[in-house]
């Protein structure tokens, strides 16, 4: 095996000495120790993965995931765990990313710890947060890059998507842990009173744990971002929020790496050392702030789980399928129509038979203004050089781009400028517009891109 020759050289770093060192920990003890149990379920995961690839998914889906949400979230550890004693396999191919995911969450932590420490005026707090960022960059051969990364590099990879379709509820586990580590900014900073923050954290613990009592319906769809989750955290602080941003979307990565049957046992370390690079650069898959910020709002903070503060009892209702992707949320944003993410033709009623107007649906013939509004501001926007670059290089953009204007009535459809698809061979056998009662909903273009792999749960 490839990791048995290598040899790499490690130089652990920690905390920035500073007064305010573990005040979370004291102030929030609570919260504080689900983050013990949080390092167990992403070790555990890895360990599990990469060793036990032949096992069948209830090793993950059930046994593990019942320990962890019935013991170890229900009595968390008191202090933190040493991770390199549970994926003893993984970190012995994989080092470097676990120094970079250790790098990043004592920035969590040591930032949770500024907000906690009531002796630290409130415009002392973005002093001490600067130098913890300083700090966090002076090991920038494991820091995150502070440019945000487009959904392409967690999405559109061949091994894409391979995790969160076969283990639906450990995924759900992962991004509610991530809501977690992101939300709690929210109240610390929004809080005006000592009362305000404790309150704030206990109700985002509580939300957190009700989001497991039915998984994984009630769990995040989609990746948390924090500008969605925690906005004003966001706004005070892009940098910090960028950074826990790539960082989560490495975890999914490296998930899907380990995951993916399409990447051989022998491959894997080369493909989580290349997510890495990418993660660490400030070039590869770039977007914009403005780029990253739009992307949260559009995504649907319902689908992320909510936000952190100021939530009604209820869970938000999401938009899309649990083993959607951010495509198939961008597509729903798009038309404002069904659930993103489902396999329709596998759906009762939905077979190729089923005449869709009976059934009340939309064939879409009914409000074709709002299609021709939003073709015309795909123009508008095609038109902007740089815009149309940004979406030529996102496969994943182009693909939606393409799949939309494939879907107008050929009597109104103008190719958008700077997209090009092979024009169709003609065939007698091609359906019309008319003739979509009798298609198999199965064999559209757009419709196979939205079947779930095995594992997939839809509602």
Not at 154 to 173: C, H, I, T, V, W
Not at 220 to 229: D, V
Not at 328 to 343: F, K, L, V, Y
């Amino acid at each position: 095996m490839t990791a048995a020759a290598q040899w790499v050289q490690q130089s652990d770093q920690f905390y920035l000495p500073a007064e305010h060192n573990w005040a979370f920990r004291d102030e929030y003890a609570a919260a504080d120790r689900l983050f013990n149990a949080f390092d167990y379920g992403h070790a555990i995961l890895y360990e599990k993965l990469y060793t036990r690839q032949d096992a069948p998914v209830s090793l993950l889906e059930e046994e593990e995931y019942d320990f962890i949400t019935r013991e170890l979230l229900v009595h968390p550890p008191r202090v933190p765990l040493e991770e390199g004693a549970i994926e003893i396999a993984y970190s012995k191919i994989a080092p470097e990313a676990k120094m970079m995911f250790d790098w990043a969450h004592v920035l969590h932590r040591q930032i949770y710890d500024v907000w906690a420490d009531e002796g630290i005026p409130p415009d002392g707090k973005d002093a001490r947060v600067a130098e913890l960022l300083r700090y966090y960059r002076s090991r920038a051969d494991i820091a995150f890059s502070s440019v945000p990364k487009n959904m392409d590099l967690m999405e559109g990879q061949d091994y894409s998507l391979a995790f969160r379709r076969e283990y639906p509820k450990f995924n759900g586990l992962i991004w509610a842990y991530h809501w977690l580590q992101v939300g709690l900014y929210e109240p610390l900073v929004t809080g005006k009173t000592v009362a305000d923050r404790q309150t704030g954290v206990l109700a985002a613990v509580a939300r957190f744990k009700q989001m497991l009592e039915h998984p994984p319906e009630d769990m995040p769809r989609l990746m948390p971002m924090t500008a969605a989750i925690a906005p004003e955290f966001a706004r005070r602080y892009p940098e910090a929020a960028i950074i826990f941003d790539n960082l989560h979307a490495m975890h999914d990565v490296i998930s899907d790496v380990l995951a993916s049957p399409d990447v051989p046992r022998n491959r894997k370390r080369e493909e989580i050392l290349k997510a890495g690079r990418r993660y660490r650069d400030s070039t590869s898959f770039a977007w914009t702030e403005q780029e990253w910020r739009a992307m949260s709002r559009m995504m649907g903070v319902e689908n992320m789980g909510g936000v952190a503060v100021g939530f009604l009892d209820s869970l938000p209702t999401p938009s899309v399928a649990v083993g959607a992707s951010h495509a198939d949320a961008m597509r729903h944003a798009e038309s404002g129509g069904e659930m993103a993410g489902m396999d329709h033709s596998r759906m009762p009623g939905m077979q190729a038979d089923s005449d869709h107007s009976a059934m009340g649906h939309s064939t879409g013939k009914e409000r074709p203004d709002s299609r021709s509004s939003m073709m015309q501001m795909h123009r508008r926007m095609m038109a902007d050089t740089v815009i149309r670059q940004r979406i030529m290089a996102d496969t994943a953009m182009r693909r939606m781009m393409l799949e939309m204007q494939d879907a107008a009535k050929p009597e109104k459809q103008d190719r958008v400028p700077g997209t090009t698809r092979p024009p169709a061979e003609p065939s007698d056998t091609t359906a019309s517009p008319e003739d979509h009662g009798a298609m198999e909903h199965g064999d559209t273009p757009a419709m196979k891109e939205n079947k779930p792999r095995s594992g997939q749960v839809s509602r």
